[in-house]
């Protein structure tokens, strides 16, 4: 079955029904309302968990609160990662909950500098995007010398050296036991079991506690049967690779593996699907022909697939800003949560220091265009007001076709938002996008419209040659 | 906005249920829960306890399980649209396409093979455009003529179709009459004989007249015009195609009510097999997920039954160009222009191919060659071989 809403009263009748706040919340009610809309953790609870005769609730309250596809939790002494935790198959039947981290991968015959390098690729990887810092979030340590020693020295290494969380990459479990002896903190990922290795692999993951891949390229039958002897070897947490093909030999594969094994989590209530998924697109390093800039290009392809696609890990090679930078901005969009439109409060922003003469310009309220406009008109150091108006969080030019940006709602807002009586003249710069709209707009406010550029990033220039006093009188003469 | 359909909002559900049964105040009070059963009535099924088996064993051997492919049923089916006319069908076309037909989600390969590859077609411009740097540099010789631009498309990269876009007819651009506009689609279906996909400027009023001169200058050809939208008088318009050879794209901006509202007026003037929609894609980082989710939408809703969605799907991916990550400047780490930019227009494009889209509208000659190269490796592709990638972990990688 597809997923479905849980009842918030069949959440309720588990809690203490004691209205303590303790949650946070105002009762018991509202905070099942919030546990069902996933908006908090049961754990915030505490009687739930500290008091004896709530134990079975709890229990029975986890257990019904668990995401078909588990989430997993791994860690460094400074940050913690979410990977799984899924509901669904499609974002729009609820939302998607966790973004898939992308780990940078490092191997232990690399140098130091080399090693520094690449860490601080990912570390300092970080880009602005309406007002959200996106990042890249793990370090992956893949032992390529399959010694031991190197293994656990570059381990020591790359953990003393980075604040993110560890993937740690071996099938041989040697190596692995002395990768995971390095890290007497934290909790990574161990990649991987395979038909190979299970048992031995399975040990350490439980020796040590921790979450365990599997990994079977192109073979979910060996995938699941490894993915249920683990569990019942008691591994508390997996994740699975069903393998990551890249181009002609396989990606027909890996985006039917991926499909499958979600579809058969959300939509089949089977088990042993719901794991997070971990794609690899690093292979495309080799599996495709070509120089450095190639294999990067079908890396960054293969990966967006699997952004879309279902992955809830990715492990990747490229040092390159461009084969990241689309790629967090796709994850950031796909993971947004569609019961909330990306938008910021419509109303008057005062930009510098404007005065009585000052521009006054017209936007919606879509965050990105607030952001961009607003950094656009800060970047050009123009004093002036701007006013966003309730687009319903869309985008001017999807605004305009969609009648969301209509001249009643620009006339209401030039009241509402006391602009009237910040500036004596009467004129209102609209986006270029909405050229269309100058006459009704007009006709509505009863202000002079000036038809703006059709990129934000113009405005200074436009405002420069535009807002001029000759032309403001003749424009309010007219 | 489809987007922000709250009948799909849990939280929308119980607060309405809530004002409904207005007696309940939740601040302050202790609820009965008997009593909260009595008016709510959930019904709503709680997920079924999954069997916890924890208890450790000792495992020597592998536990074997089957995987079973996915269950599933789809009784819906797109209609198929067959875009071009070739000299035996009263046009003048070399090849024609046919769009659509799908009974299954997209690249669900699994359980089939879509029956129609998606098509690619290449944007050109009936004036000189600002374009941005990456692009221009492909067409910079041949974009004063629209037919000459049209060739470069098809010979050198590959265009399956052509978008000619008739901008030049806005009244806020150059407002160049339908007859003038006319001729540059005679032109181009005189230089290249690939099916012409005809666009107009916008403007829903010019786009009419500018329309009916188009598709009587392409008579016989069955072009695809780009787009009959809400905003337009469809009693003129669609009552003037009526009876043209013609496949007419339904533009509606990311809004499935709207997008049903407009093909069910179409009914009236057309046949299904002559509309597809466009749903309307965004960039990345430029609303892509609404017009991603719009899309998937549209296209579940079409397969599950919905017989106001059994439509192809066309995608604009050149918006993606709109995003400036795909065409400014930035920092020496983000990479050169020329490279983001194709890669913005690329994954947008793949976004759209996984959400169903049939129809791409593209530009960067990169771009396409991606493209073209994933749709094969899906629909023709080999299995992957454990060989290939069993080492990945401990592999010397450049
Ligand atoms: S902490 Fe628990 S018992 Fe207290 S109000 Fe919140 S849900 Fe109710």
């Given at each position: 079955?597809?997923?479905?809403?849980?009842?918030?009263?069949?959440?309720?009748k588990?809690?203490?029904?004691?209205?303590?706040?303790?949650?946070?919340?105002?009762?018991?009610?509202?905070f099942?309302v919030?546990?069902?809309?996933?908006?908090?953790?049961?754990?915030?609870?505490t009687?739930?968990?500290?008091?004896?005769?709530?134990?079975?609730?709890?229990?029975?309250?986890?257990?019904?609160?668990?995401?078909?596809?588990?989430?997993?939790?791994?860690?460094?002494?400074?940050?913690?990662?979410?990977?799984?935790?899924?509901?669904?198959?499609?974002?729009?039947?609820?939302?998607?909950i966790?973004?898939?981290?992308?780990?940078?991968?490092?191997?232990?015959?690399?140098?130091?500098?080399?090693?520094?390098?690449?860490?601080?690729?990912?570390?300092?990887?970080?880009?602005?995007?309406?007002?959200?810092?996106?990042?890249?979030?793990?370090?992956?340590?893949?032992?390529?010398?399959?010694?031991?020693?190197?293994?656990?020295?570059?381990?020591?290494?790359?953990?003393s050296?980075?604040?993110?969380?560890?993937?740690?990459?071996?099938?041989?479990?040697?190596?692995m036991?002395?990768?995971?002896?390095?890290?007497?903190?934290?909790?990574?990922?161990?990649?991987?079991?395979?038909?190979?290795?299970?048992?031995?692999?399975?040990?350490?993951?439980?020796?040590?506690k921790?979450?365990?891949?599997?990994?079977?390229?192109?073979?979910?039958?060996?995938?699941?049967?490894?993915?249920?002897?683990?569990?019942?070897?008691?591994?508390?947490?997996?994740?699975?690779?069903?393998?990551?093909?890249?181009g002609?030999n396989?990606?027909?594969?890996?985006?039917?593996?991926?499909?499958?094994?979600?579809?058969k989590?959300?939509?089949?209530?089977?088990?042993?699907?719901?794991?997070?998924?971990?794609?690899?697109?690093?292979?495309?390093?080799k599996?495709?022909?070509?120089?450095?800039?190639?294999?990067?290009?079908?890396?960054?392809?293969?990966?967006?697939?699997?952004?879309?696609?279902?992955?809830?890990?990715?492990?990747?090679?490229?040092?390159?800003?461009?084969?990241?930078?689309?790629?967090?901005?796709?994850?950031?969009?796909?993971?947004?949560?569609?019961?909330?439109?990306?938008?910021?409060?419509?109303g008057?922003?005062?930009?510098?220091?404007?005065?009585?003469?000052?521009?006054?310009?017209?936007?919606?309220?879509?965050?990105?265009?607030?952001?961009i406009?607003?950094?656009?008109?800060?970047?050009?150091?123009?004093?002036?007001?701007?006013?966003?108006?309730?687009?319903?969080?869309?985008?001017?030019e999807?605004?305009?076709?969609?009648?969301?940006l209509?001249?009643?709602?620009?006339?209401?807002?030039?009241?509402?938002?006391?602009?009237e009586?910040?500036?004596?003249h009467?004129?209102?710069?609209?986006?270029?996008?909405?050229?269309?709209?100058?006459?009704?707009?007009?006709?509505?406010?009863?202000?002079?419209?000036?038809?703006?550029?059709?990129?934000?990033?113009?405005i200074?220039?436009?405002?420069?040659?535009?807002?001029?006093?000759?032309?403001?009188?003749?424009?309010?003469?007219? | 906005m489809?987007?922000?359909?709250?009948?799909?909002?849990l939280?929308?559900?119980?607060?309405?249920?809530?004002?409904?049964y207005?007696?309940?105040?939740?601040?302050?009070?202790?609820?009965?829960?008997?009593?909260?059963?009595?008016?709510?009535?959930?019904?709503?099924p709680?997920?079924?306890a999954?069997?916890v088996?924890?208890?450790?064993e000792?495992?020597?051997?592998?536990?074997?399980?089957?995987?079973?492919?996915?269950?599933?049923?789809?009784?819906?089916?797109?209609?198929?649209?067959?875009?071009?006319?070739?000299?035996?069908?009263g046009?003048?076309?070399?090849?024609?396409?046919?769009?659509?037909?799908?009974t299954?989600?997209?690249?669900?390969?699994?359980?089939g093979?879509?029956p129609?590859?998606?098509?690619?077609?290449?944007?050109?411009?009936?004036?000189?455009?600002?374009?941005?740097?990456?692009?221009?540099?492909?067409?910079?010789?041949?974009?004063?003529?629209?037919?000459?631009?049209?060739?470069?498309?098809?010979?050198?990269?590959?265009?399956?179709?052509?978008?000619?876009?008739?901008?030049?007819?806005?009244?806020?651009?150059?407002?160049?009459?339908?007859?003038?506009a006319?001729?540059?689609?005679?032109?181009?279906?005189?230089?290249?004989?690939?099916?012409?996909?005809?666009?107009?400027?916008?403007?829903?009023?010019?786009?009419?007249?500018?329309f009916?001169k188009?598709?009587?200058?392409?008579?016989?050809?069955?072009i695809?015009?780009?787009?009959?939208?809400?905003?337009?008088?469809?009693?003129?318009?669609a009552?003037?195609l009526?009876?043209?050879?013609?496949?007419?794209?339904?533009?509606?901006?990311?809004?499935?009510?709207?997008?049903?509202?407009l093909?069910?007026?179409?009914?009236?003037?057309?046949?299904?097999?002559?509309?597809?929609?466009?749903?309307?894609?965004?960039?990345?980082?430029?609303?892509?997920?609404?017009?991603?989710?719009?899309?998937?939408?549209?296209?579940?809703?079409?397969?599950?039954?919905?017989?106001d969605?059994?439509?192809?799907?066309?995608?604009?991916?050149?918006n993606?160009?709109?995003?400036?990550?795909?065409?400014?400047?930035?920092?020496p780490?983000?990479?050169?222009?020329?490279?983001?930019?194709?890669?913005?227009?690329?994954?947008?494009?793949?976004?759209?191919?996984?959400?169903?889209?049939?129809?791409?509208?593209?530009m960067?000659?990169?771009?396409?060659?991606?493209?073209k190269?994933?749709?094969?490796?899906?629909?023709?592709?080999?299995?992957?071989?454990?060989?290939?990638?069993?080492?990945?972990?401990?592999?010397?990688?450049?």
């Open positions: 079955m597809p997923w479905k809403a849980i009842s918030p009263i069949e959440v309720y588990l809690l203490p029904k004691t209205n303590c706040k303790k949650c946070g919340e105002e009762n018991c009610m509202a099942a919030k546990l069902v809309n996933m908006e908090t953790k049961l754990e915030l609870c009687p739930l968990l500290e008091e004896a005769k709530y134990k079975k609730s709890y229990e029975q309250l986890k257990e019904m609160l668990t995401p078909p596809v588990r989430e997993v939790e791994l860690r460094s002494d400074k940050k913690v990662v979410k990977i799984g935790g899924e509901y669904v198959l499609h974002r729009h039947e609820l939302t998607y966790n973004p898939p981290p992308i780990a940078i991968d490092v191997d232990d015959t690399m140098s130091k500098e080399e090693l520094i390098k690449r860490i601080n690729f990912a570390e300092s990887f970080r880009y602005t995007y309406i007002g959200r810092q996106l990042t890249l979030d793990l370090i992956a340590v893949r032992s390529v010398s399959n010694d031991p020693e190197a293994f656990k020295k570059t381990v020591n290494f790359v953990a050296n980075t604040s993110l969380p560890l993937v740690l990459c071996t099938l041989n479990p040697k190596v036991e002395a990768g995971v002896s390095a890290l007497p903190n934290g909790k990574p990922l161990l990649y991987a079991a395979t038909k190979d290795n299970w048992m031995e692999m399975a040990d350490i993951a439980l020796k040590n921790l979450p365990l891949a599997v990994f079977s390229p192109g073979d979910l039958d060996m995938l699941v049967s490894l993915a249920k002897t683990l569990l019942n070897m008691g591994v508390s947490e997996i994740a699975l690779d069903p393998g990551t093909f890249v002609f396989g990606l027909r594969t890996t985006i039917d593996a991926f499909t499958m094994l979600r579809w989590a959300c939509n089949e209530d089977y088990d042993l699907a719901g794991w997070p998924l971990i794609g690899t697109p690093i292979t495309a390093w599996m495709v022909d070509g120089d450095s800039q190639t294999k990067a290009w079908w890396e960054m392809i293969t990966a967006s697939m699997l952004i879309i696609r279902y992955a809830d890990l990715l492990i990747m090679h490229s040092l390159e800003g461009w084969v990241y930078l689309p790629l967090v901005m796709l994850r950031f969009n796909i993971y947004t949560d569609p019961r909330k439109p990306v938008a910021v409060e419509p008057l922003r005062i930009i510098g220091n404007p005065n009585e003469m000052s521009p006054v310009m017209l936007t919606g309220n879509f965050a990105l265009t607030y952001y406009v607003s950094g656009d008109i800060e970047a050009g150091k123009v004093d002036c007001y701007l006013l966003l108006a309730d687009t319903e969080g869309i985008a001017v999807c605004a305009v076709p969609g009648r969301k209509l001249p009643d709602n620009v006339a209401e807002i030039l009241k509402s938002s006391g602009i009586k910040k500036v004596k009467r004129i209102l710069i609209i986006p270029g996008k909405a050229a269309r709209l100058a006459g009704d707009i007009e006709d509505a406010t009863g202000w002079r419209v000036l038809v703006g550029p059709l990129d934000s990033k113009d200074p220039k436009f405002i420069e040659e535009k807002w001029k006093p000759e032309n403001i009188k003749k424009l309010m003469e007219s | 489809a987007e922000n359909d709250k009948t799909e909002v939280s929308a559900k119980i607060w309405d249920l809530l004002k409904k207005g007696e309940i105040v939740l601040e302050d009070v202790e609820i009965e829960v008997d009593e909260l059963e009595l008016i709510f009535q959930p019904g709503v709680v997920a079924i999954k069997p088996a924890k208890a450790v000792v495992v020597k051997k592998l536990v074997e399980e089957k995987f079973k492919e996915p269950e599933m049923e789809w009784t819906g089916k797109i209609v198929e649209v067959k875009i071009g006319a070739t000299k035996s069908e046009g003048t076309r070399d090849r024609t396409f046919i769009i659509g037909g799908e299954l989600p997209a690249f669900y390969m699994f359980k093979i879509m129609h590859p998606p098509v690619i077609a290449m944007d050109v411009f009936d004036m000189k455009i600002k374009l941005p740097k990456s692009i221009r540099m492909h067409f910079e010789d041949v974009m004063e003529d629209p037919a000459e631009w049209a060739k470069r498309c098809v010979e050198k990269y590959g265009a399956d179709m052509i978008n000619l876009h008739l901008v030049s007819t806005d009244p806020y651009i150059k407002d160049t009459p339908p007859s003038e006319a001729k540059v689609v005679e032109e181009v279906l005189q230089a290249v004989k690939v099916p012409l996909c005809i666009g107009g400027s916008g403007d829903p009023v010019k786009d009419v007249e500018v009916k188009v598709v009587d200058v392409a008579e016989g050809e069955r695809l015009l780009n787009s009959l939208n809400l905003d337009m008088k469809l009693e003129d318009i009552e003037y009526k009876n043209k050879d013609v496949v007419i794209i339904a533009f509606t901006p990311m809004d499935l009510d709207k997008a049903r509202e093909n069910r007026k179409l009914y009236d003037y057309v046949s299904k097999d002559r509309i597809v929609m466009d749903t309307n894609i965004a960039g990345i980082g430029y609303g892509l997920e609404y017009g991603f989710t719009v899309m998937e939408r549209a296209r579940l809703a079409a397969l599950k039954g919905d017989t969605l059994q439509h192809p799907i066309a995608a604009g991916v050149t993606a160009w709109a995003a400036r990550e795909a065409w400014i400047k930035m920092d780490f983000w990479g050169p222009k020329e490279i983001r930019g194709p890669a913005w227009e690329t994954i947008t494009g793949l976004t759209a191919l996984l959400a169903g889209a049939d129809y791409f509208m593209m960067h000659p990169y771009s396409i060659r991606t493209m190269e994933i749709i094969k490796n899906l629909l023709e592709g080999s299995p992957g071989k454990a060989e290939d990638i069993y080492d990945w972990v401990s592999a010397k990688l450049g």
